[in-house]
């Protein structure tokens, strides 16, 4: 096969799974990872079961690959915000604001991924899947450590409160993350408003995390 030719179907194949991914989380976002089946994949997907079959063997692949799709997403945004210049307080919501669009846009796959592997899940599947299962853990602790990193910065720039690093990402995302409880996104939803709704939140998680300044 011509690399040409190998490449495209490669893109393929990855847009292909892409597609499937996508559909399996608005699955799971809805029904849960018990009550989903590939049926119901196919179905969203508009496509047959076939297809789905090609690339994963089980619901719980599928289930997994989400989980690590909506890492991917963050870790690909939030790592530069993270390095950039500015003051650990400019990052840091920097950071939070776009953390948020994020699971507000991607509202399926990161809802998927907000609520973590199931105890079923874990319980049914977990010796089966053990390479995905610390992909996936160390993806999780990789994001929050960006987050930790800019946080323990803060502290020693007299910035944030004086809380161990880890310890204050607790918090600061349990704020942001709560946006996949309650936000349902709209078809025709402005982006702006997504923006003014992230920005809002943002703002208020910031207030839990800075040291109060004395006037």
Known sequence: MQPALTSRVTEDASQSRNQIIRAAAEVFMEFGYAASTIDAVA??????KGR???????????YFDVQILAMELLLAEIGPLARMEGTPEQRLRRMALRHTEILMIESATQKVAVQGLERNLLAAEAARHVKSLRQIVRMRDEYEQLFAEVIDQGIRA???????????????????????????PRKLQRREDLT????????????????????
Do not use: C, Q
């Open 196 to 215: 003014a709704i992230a920005t809002t939140l943002t703002d208020y998680a910031m207030r839990g995390i800075l040291k109060e300044r004395v006037p």
């Open 158 to 184: 007299g910035e944030f409160v004086d809380l161990p690093p880890r310890l204050a990402t607790k918090p600061l995302f349990g704020t942001l993350n709560w946006v996949t409880v309650w936000f349902t």
């Open 43 to 48: 179905e969203r997907l508009g496509a047959t």
């Open 52 to 62: 789905i079959y090609h690339y994963y063997r089980s619901k719980a692949e599928l």
